[in-house]
């Protein structure tokens, strides 16, 4: 059975204090593997998309990266707008089709 | 900026009632998508609509049912809603193959 895994469920950071966040996925066939961030009571907001392992990609603070069984979202020099729950995703099919993690709370104190 | 926008933010519904739940997205997408969100079991896929009166049902479907007439619109129905369908909604839509992109989510309590 398909299956992503986020670990952990909740990560507190002091300001500055760097930390990565972990996706597991056992699916056949990845045809894509998605972070978004997630505000309190909004729709989740579309970071990266890898699709083969050894792929990276960069946003501010936020470095994504994919191998063949796990993705990382690493995050450098935290600061406090960086709190929010973090989702990954992944696709197995044409029609992208996602099926999700349970998500990374994310607290970085000032 | 791809926009989705939802009909309601928060809607409160009587066990019983149709409940119709509204997306429109603006980017010319061929894939729009219903989620429902609940604490500790995710995001989880109820149908989507890969073209025009297309559609396909996700993980959970039982107690839904969806509409797509025009291909910026997809709408989600809630045949005769039940407190356990008391959740977050969640639209989404996307070219073929490409990310998703949400709208604001519609927080609906079935009481």
């Known amino acids: 059975e398909d299956q992503v895994t986020q670990s952990p469920e909740a990560l507190r950071l002091q300001e500055g204090e760097s930390s990565s966040l972990n996706c597991s996925y056992t699916?056949?066939?990845?045809?894509?593997l998605f972070w978004y961030r997630q505000d309190p009571g909004k729709g989740p907001e579309f970071l990266f998309t890898?699709?083969?392992a050894g792929e990276e990609k960069e946003k501010e603070r936020l470095k994504a990266t994919l191998t063949k069984k796990e993705s990382f979202l690493h995050i450098t020099a935290p600061k406090p707008e960086d709190s929010a729950t973090y989702l990954c995703a992944a696709t197995t099919d044409s029609w992208g089709k996602l099926q999700f993690g349970a998500g990374t709370q994310v607290v970085v104190t000032p | 900026d791809v926009k989705v926008t939802q009909s309601s933010r928060y809607l409160v519904k009587r066990t019983g009632e149709k409940v119709f739940l509204e997306c429109v997205q603006d980017m010319d997408h061929e894939n729009m998508f219903w989620y429902r969100q609940d604490p500790g079991l995710g995001l989880r896929l109820i149908y989507f609509?890969?073209?025009?009166?297309?559609?396909e049902k996700g993980d959970i479907p039982e107690g839904y049912s969806v509409s797509r007439e025009k291909k910026e619109r997809f709408s989600l129905i809630l045949e005769s809603a039940s407190t356990n369908q008391t959740s977050m909604y969640l639209c989404?839509?996307?070219?073929?193959?490409?990310?998703?992109?949400f709208g604001p989510g519609t927080r609906l309590t079935v009481t």
């Open positions: 989404a839509s996307s070219a073929t193959g490409y990310e998703q992109y």
């Open positions: 890898l699709y083969s």
């Open positions: 699916v056949s066939g990845l045809r894509g």
């Open positions: 609509s890969y073209d025009v009166k297309m559609k």
